[in-house]
């Protein structure tokens, strides 16, 4: 039964069963809602995506796909656009994730659901630090062995595994390496990741 579900989600992957460190028996699934916002900006061209809505939606097609592994699956609140704020003058010299914070407005984001933000370029391919979590829809990775077929959904896959309370692991199978399309995920983690995803489903009921 492992095996098979393994096999399952590489198939809707497009790729190879991860090693099987993260072979798993089936978990009973939870759902988290996710707000996604298309950032626009007129005057930035580094804060404004070319994402639309069926880009949004295959990628959360395979993001499911990965987080399947786990129990996990995301539903989709709302796809929207959202402006960005001009920058402060005080954040001009602040490390870039504060900069791109700053002109996210806080108004737009969700009590209830994790927000995500797709921008054109920002470094590295995206970044949690508290929400929103911000990616860039220009990401590129390192092709490794069996791993996801698109850049967008594992960027998008790994910087929900922050949100969910995962580190970095340097395994380049693993989804929480750092710059490759590895999907997988130990024990371990998916018990650290139900666990905030089911104490986040409390604290918002």
Not at 132 to 148: C, F, H, N, Q, Y
């Amino acid at each position: 039964m492992k095996t098979a579900l393994i096999a399952l989600v590489a198939v809707a992957l497009g790729g190879v069963a991860p090693s099987q460190e993260s072979l798993i028996v089936p978990l009973p699934t939870i759902t988290l809602p996710v707000r996604v916002h298309l950032v626009q900006s007129d005057s930035m061209p580094a804060m404004h995506t070319t994402l639309v809505e069926s880009d949004i939606r295959r990628i959360f097609s395979k993001v499911n796909s990965v987080w399947a592994q786990a129990g996990i699956q995301f539903e989709i609140e709302s796809i929207a656009p959202t402006t960005a704020i001009p920058m402060p003058p005080e954040m001009r010299l602040k490390p870039e994730f504060d900069r791109v914070h700053s002109m996210i407005p806080k108004d737009r984001l969700s009590a209830d659901a994790i927000d995500i933000c797709y921008v054109k370029e920002v470094q590295p391919n995206g970044f949690y630090y508290g929400e929103p979590i911000v990616v860039k829809d220009t990401a590129k990775l390192r092709e490794v062995s069996g791993g996801l077929d698109e850049p967008l959904p594992r960027v998008t896959s790994h910087e929900i595994g922050h949100a969910l309370g995962l580190k970095h692991r340097q395994d380049t199978t693993n989804l929480m390496q750092s710059g490759t399309t590895g999907f997988s995920l130990n024990e371990a983690e998916i018990a650290i990741a139900r666990g905030k995803v089911s104490a986040y489903l409390s604290r918002n009921k």
